[in-house]
């Protein structure tokens, strides 16, 4: 209950959901008569926010213009190493293929490590949209915004090594392969990702374009974190 609190010059103020998404059109039909209302929060720093940051949005784009699939995120993962080099936190490569891990010591070092996790690969789509910075691999586009994860937690990183003495604990950032294949995180847990730093918790984030710019929604519990295949079968077919 953040109740607006301020957090490491962070102002929290917990909204209702219903009140937040009615403000948007059509919002309505997405929340309305359901059980599950997320709480919404408005965030606002003395600091420019990351998506200002100039260097997250470039990096948006060359992501999004050199778009890869599962397991295949090789440029995607070497541009997400060398950020976190030029950052200070020593990126680890090469898990599960494609995956990066980068850990930011706090000075507090209360025992604490909590993980921010990005994903990174595209989908098998024929891009149409047009823009200046659409994919330049036939068949492959980031459909589901993955190039924005990443740019939006090379963003995180940039700002949390800003406050890296104030973090009364660590952050460990996460950048996973193959999220639409459903392989990914498997893959990096049984190469112990986890286990070369233990967590307390991780957060996950993914767009939503029906919230609108300038809030985050949340939910204590998990949202939007299920991928699952099914098999149809027809009786009538031989």
């Given amino acids: ?9 962070i102002r929290v103020e917990a909204l209702d959901a219903m009140v937040l998404v ?49 397991f295949e995120e ?33 000075a507090g070092n209360n025992g604490r490590r909590v993980g921010v996790r990005a994903d990174m690969d595209a989908l098998p789509i024929e891009e149409q949209s047009g823009v200046s ?7 492959k586009m980031h459909a589901c915004g993955h190039d924005m994860h990443v740019a939006i937690a090379l963003g995180v990183a940039r700002v949390l090594h800003g406050m890296r003495d104030e973090l009364p604990g660590d952050v460990q950032f996460i950048f996973q392969p193959a999220e639409e294949t459903l392989a990914g995180a498997a893959a990096m847990i049984s190469e112990g990702v986890l286990e070369d730093a233990p967590l307390d ?36 077919c031989e």
């Fill in 1 to 9: 209950d953040h109740g607006g609190e301020t957090i490491t010059g």
């Fill in 201 to 236: 918790f991780v957060i996950g984030y993914h767009n939503w374009p029906l919230i609108e710019a300038g809030a985050v929604g949340y939910h204590a519990s998990a949202v939007m974190a299920s991928s699952a295949c099914w098999r149809i079968l027809d009786s009538n």
């Fill in 74 to 106: 090789h440029q995607t993962a070497a541009l997400i190493a060398d950020y976190l080099g030029r950052l200070g936190i020593s990126p680890k490569t090469g898990i599960a293929k494609t995956g990066v891990a980068g850990l930011l010591k706090g």
């Fill in 22 to 70: 009615r403000k948007q059109t059509g919002a309505e039909r997405l929340y309305g008569g359901q059980k599950f209302r997320p709480s919404l929060v408005g965030i606002g720093r003395e600091q420019p926010i990351v998506g200002n940051d100039l260097q997250a949005i470039a990096g948006e784009r060359h992501v999004f213009a050199d778009t890869e699939l599962a």
């Fill in 133 to 139: 910075f659409a994919s330049r691999v036939p068949g």
